[in-house]
């Protein structure tokens, strides 16, 4: 078995881990130690003055849908966040895989405004600034708060035991805080969704660094199947000296 540290939202993790074709779970010896936790802020939700909101996250999506009732327009980043809501009722497409490809795409088409980008307090792209500095009205609204959560015990304990660990990192911020948490990472297979992820890793004396070759699940799952079998091959090597 190849252990697995997954570190993002327990509930993203799960998802995440039970997409993985079943062959490769098979395979997988999975640990859930959460680095964030999201916080809905209790505020309330007005959409009577806009035409339209961007949703970047399901989490956003998660907390818009119980706090209004309202469904307009929803433009979104991410096939999962667009098919969240969907689910959740609202006239969603999605304009792109990452906050310039938003930016773009909705500059290109110039939907009736103003518009509300709901987030969490720490966002990044600045879409609202640039939205509207380019003419499309567009406000911000925090809904959420992503808590940082320290290391847990069964984490620290897998990763003490110096065998081959993969650990996908789907965020900047939460790979800025998962390398906080290092002095040595030398038998981590670190994953990173992005370069952008990525960055904060690099620091790190970890045993392989892989960035994702496309922003999404899918490619992240094949990143965790492509590792897997290097660390198979490397314990079977070692294990025949």
């Known amino acids: 078995m190849v252990p697995l540290l997954m570190t993002r939202r327990l509930a993203a993790a799960r998802r995440f881990v039970a997409d993985l074709p079943e062959d490769l779970r098979a395979r997988l010896d999975v640990t859930y130690a959460p680095l964030m936790e999201i916080r809905p802020r209790a505020a309330s939700i007005d959409l009577s003055d806009v035409q339209g909101v961007i949703f970047t996250s399901a989490n956003a999506v998660a907390i818009a849908s119980r706090e209004t009732a309202a469904r307009c327009p929803a433009y979104c980043v991410g096939t999962q966040t667009t098919e969240a809501a969907r689910h959740a009722g609202w006239q969603a497409t999605c304009v792109g895989g990452c906050a310039d490809a938003l930016v773009d795409t909705l500059l290109s ?8 980008h709901l987030r969490g307090a720490h966002g990044r792209g600045a879409i609202a600034d640039r939205l509207s500095d380019a003419g499309l009205p567009c406000r911000v609204q925090v809904v959420y708060d992503q808590a940082l959560l320290p290391l847990s015990d069964a984490a620290r304990r897998l990763v003490g035991a110096q065998s081959s660990v993969i650990v996908p990192l789907f965020s900047p911020r939460t790979a800025r805080h998962f390398a906080s948490l290092w002095e040595d990472a030398g038998n981590l297979h670190l994953i990173a969704l992005s370069k952008a992820v990525a960055e904060p890793l690099e620091c790190l004396n970890f045993k392989t660094l892989h960035v994702s070759e496309a922003a999404d ?23 025949a000296e």
């Open 109 to 116: 088409r110039m939907p009736l405004g103003p518009l509300v």
């Open 217 to 239: 699940s899918k490619a992240m799952a094949q990143a965790v199947r492509d590792a897997a079998q290097r660390v198979s091959r490397l314990e079977g090597s070692a294990g």
